[in-house]
């Protein structure tokens, strides 16, 4: 029955073109390269090799075959990867709650996070920040970002890690939107949209001004009423950017905004829980997103 080092041996000489090229990368004299791809045709029943011109080119079948070899081979190596983290104490499972505004921000991380630690799975869930600290205090998650509460609450650990500007956006059918300056005396008779949690907490940072308020339990589902027509919303500003772009909302020159305003972003964990190594490197590297 054919090996990996046979199968190491096919994929390498069909990528360097030579059985001598394949020895050399392989650190083994070029015989050995030689039997071992006769043996392995041999224990394949079929030719993976035109051997009659000066530098070898693969058969219809080796072509076939080819991919097949190249898969085993990666999924060895994942294999040994993940061997190797859980040896290492990596975590095998990390659970984040994110506020789903700031998804975008996180992918670079997170694919970075993969290729440090390929033993580790990773459940994202997408959430109202009023929600973050509720899923980290119970252990339904083990990392959040949010955006800063108005209280310090004691049950988790916060980490301030940054701010986000926000813009005051609404529907390009709305009557705000035609309006060269809006004012707050502008905007207390239009609906606004806030945001709060399934607990009922609401989102901090964002004042009350409107007289007629309807809420949403988080930044997608704000977007999706504010395109509707059906008010007005602060969104943070790389969002607000997207619709405009895309025509879907315009934002607003508010006449008390000179600046977006800025919200604080927090990153939270959970106290007196055990955090490991693939844990600690995803808390720090969020230390440094924003």
């Given at each position: 029955?054919?090996?990996?080092?046979?199968?190491?041996?096919f994929?390498?000489?069909?990528?360097?073109g030579?059985?001598?090229?394949?020895?050399?990368?392989?650190?083994?004299?070029?015989?050995?390269?030689?039997?071992?791809?006769?043996?392995?045709?041999?224990?394949?029943?079929?030719?993976?090799?035109?051997?009659?011109?000066?530098?070898?080119?693969?058969?219809?079948?080796?072509?076939?075959?080819?991919?097949?070899?190249?898969?085993?081979?990666?999924?060895?190596y994942?294999?040994?990867?993940?061997?190797?983290?859980?040896?290492?104490?990596?975590?095998?499972?990390?659970?984040m709650?994110?506020?789903?505004?700031?998804?975008?921000?996180?992918t670079?991380?997170?694919?970075?996070?993969?290729?440090?630690?390929?033993?580790?799975?990773?459940?994202?869930?997408?959430?109202a920040?009023?929600?973050?600290?509720a899923?980290?205090?119970s252990?339904?998650?083990?990392?959040g970002?949010?955006?800063?509460?108005?209280?310090?609450?004691?049950?988790?650990?916060?980490?301030?890690?940054?701010?986000?500007?926000?813009?005051?956006?609404?529907?390009?059918?709305?009557?705000?939107?035609?309006?060269?300056?809006?004012?707050?005396?502008d905007?207390?008779?239009?609906?606004?949209?806030?945001?709060?949690?399934?607990?009922?907490?609401?989102?901090?940072?964002?004042?009350?001004i409107?007289?007629?308020?309807?809420?949403?339990?988080?930044?997608?589902?704000?977007?999706?009423?504010?395109?509707?027509?059906?008010?007005?919303?602060?969104?943070?500003?790389?969002m607000?950017?997207?619709?405009?772009?895309?025509?879907?909302?315009?934002?607003?020159?508010?006449?008390?905004?000179?600046?977006?305003?800025?919200?604080?972003?927090?990153?939270?964990?959970?106290?007196?829980?055990?955090?490991?190594?693939?844990?600690?490197?995803?808390?720090?590297?969020?230390?440094?997103?924003?």
């Open positions: 029955m054919y090996n990996l080092e046979q199968l190491r041996m994929v390498e000489t069909a990528r360097t030579s059985f001598s090229a394949c020895a050399r990368q392989l650190g083994k004299v070029q015989s050995a390269v030689s039997q071992g791809i006769a043996n392995l045709e041999i224990d394949l029943n079929t030719k993976l090799f035109d051997r009659t011109s000066r530098k070898p080119s693969l058969t219809p079948h080796g072509e076939r075959l080819l991919p097949f070899a190249q898969a085993i081979l990666q999924q060895t994942e294999l040994d990867s993940v061997n190797c983290a859980l040896n290492s104490s990596h975590e095998t499972h990390i659970k709650a994110v506020d789903d505004a700031l998804l975008p921000m996180t670079s991380i997170l694919n970075d996070f993969s290729l440090r630690f390929p033993a580790t799975i990773l459940e994202l869930c997408a959430v920040t009023p929600d973050v600290i899923l980290v205090h252990g339904r998650a083990d990392l970002l949010m955006f800063a509460s108005s209280d310090l609450p004691q049950e988790v650990d916060l980490c301030y890690v940054g701010s986000l500007p926000f813009n005051g956006v609404v529907s390009p059918a709305h009557p705000l939107a035609k309006m060269d300056i809006v004012t707050a005396a905007l207390i008779p239009q609906r606004q949209l806030l945001i709060r949690g399934l607990d009922g907490q609401e989102l901090a940072h964002c004042p009350h409107s007289s007629h308020i309807w809420w949403g339990n988080s930044f997608n589902a704000i977007n999706t009423m504010v395109k509707e027509g059906l008010g007005w919303s602060y969104i943070p500003v790389h607000a950017k997207q619709y405009e772009q895309q025509g879907e909302m315009v934002r607003m020159n508010l006449s008390f905004d000179h600046k977006p305003w800025r919200v604080p972003i927090d990153r939270v964990l959970a106290k007196q829980k055990a955090r490991g190594p693939a844990l600690m490197w995803l808390a720090d590297s969020f230390n440094h997103c924003f």
